[in-house]
Every structure is written in C-alpha cells, then in structure tokens.
C-alpha cells in the first residue's frame, strides 16, 4: 500500500514570497498533522487535521495556515517568508488520535 | 517545547552488539511511539506502545515502558551497519480524562552509528 507523498520534495524560496506544501496521506486514513523539523528547534508540531476540520495547532505565528480536503488530502501554506522558515516540513497521516502516525519524506524548504 | 529527551544523544557501537536508547517526559501520555530517521529523510515508524502496555517486540526490537517513571528504552538486538540513524521518542499526551490531545511532541534523538 503506497505510504505517505508529499509533494514537492524540495523547494528554494526569496524572503517575502509565500508557498504550499501538499500532502496525500495513506489511503483510509482521515487524520493529518504537519511538523516542522530544524537543527536548532527540532522537530515541532504545527497543525493537526481530521475530516477536514483543525483540531489542534501549534505554537506557530499566523503566516502558517493550512487546510484539508474532502479526500483526506491536505495543504500547508506559509506567507510572507523568513529565513528562519528553511526546514523539512513532514506530513504524518493516521486512522485518528491515539494510533500510529506514519510520515512522508518531507518537503526540503529553503528560504534566500 | 520539547517533552521527550534522549539519551544519549549519540551512540557508537560495532555491528553484532546490543543498541539501548532511552527517553524521558513530562506530562501523562496516551501513547509513545519511536521512529528512525535516516539523514534528514522521513521518518520510519517502528513501533508504538500504548500507557497501559509495558513491553512490546517487533523483530530485533523491544521497547519499555515505565508510565511511573515517565519513561521509555528502545533496544535494537544484534544491530547492523543500516541500523545507523537518528532515533527518537514521540510521546502522545493525554488530556486529563486520558484522550489522546492529537498532537506528537519530539525528543530530540539518538544519533546511533554502527560500525561494520
């Protein structure tokens, strides 16, 4: 069974501008949350979606949105982009809370 | 924040030996789960451990739970030169009444190398 795709996997970007970052989760599962990884911080939670619906979100400024659709598919967009924005993005999936959360290798950002 | 800690942070062992990892945390949890990374890539899920579970085995891996101490050991039996990655703890905290909040929260890993 496929597992987690993120697309794309890698992306550069100028201070200033705004990006999206799609995820398609493992087939049946309704469940999505995105976490950003960086040396200095780690890996942090952002948001966490279930039948397209935020139930949870983290301690990130209002430039990091997302959203998901009908299909389990999801989306993270962030605005108006920092330097200190660089860093794998990971998009987990899940049947729902309290089961395994499986990741897709990540989308590489790199904000110039 | 961080809730999980690893330790050690980096582990060098030769191929055959036993591998032991450990976590800590703070709050009460629903679940822990541990995952392997490789280089920067994704993370590989490798096993989860419910609260009310205190030991549990997938091939050459076994994991502990103490909920009374607040933490949790990853052993890795007869480890191999692609055993060599990043691993780490993700605790699942619990509300007060014991649901899951949604959320994972990352100790910062073991970076494990072995030796060929």
């Known amino acids: 069974k496929a597992g987690v795709t993120q697309t794309p996997r890698y992306l550069i970007k100028t201070r200033g501008q705004q990006v999206t970052l799609s995820c398609s989760p493992i087939?049946?599962?309704?469940?999505v949350s995105w976490y950003q990884q960086t040396p200095g911080q780690g890996l942090q939670f952002l948001f966490e979606y279930f039948s397209e619906t935020q139930r949870n979100k983290g301690n990130f400024p209002g430039r990091f949105s997302g959203r998901q659709f009908s299909n389990s598919r999801s989306e993270m967009n962030v605005s108006t982009l920092e330097l200190g924005d660089s860093a794998l993005y990971l998009c987990?999936?899940?049947f729902g809370r309290g089961t395994e959360a499986f990741f897709g290798q990540g989308t590489r950002l790199t904000v110039v | 924040s961080q809730q999980g800690e690893e330790d050690p942070q980096a582990l060098s062992i030769q191929e055959g030996e036993n591998a032991t990892m450990n976590c800590s945390y703070k709050t009460s949890i629903n679940n822990l789960q541990w995952y392997r990374q490789n280089s920067g890539r994704g993370l590989v899920h490798l096993i989860l451990i419910r609260s009310n579970e205190r030991e549990k085995h997938s091939g050459r891996l076994r994991v502990t739970l103490d909920t009374s101490k607040k933490s949790s050991s990853l052993l890795i039996t007869a480890s191999r030169a692609a055993d060599t990655a990043s691993y780490f703890c993700a605790t699942d905290p619990s509300f007060s009444y014991g649901g899951s909040q949604g959320n994972l929260i990352f100790g910062k890993g073991t970076k494990l190398s072995v030796k060929p």
């Open positions: 987990a999936s899940s």
């Open positions: 087939s049946g599962h309704r469940s």
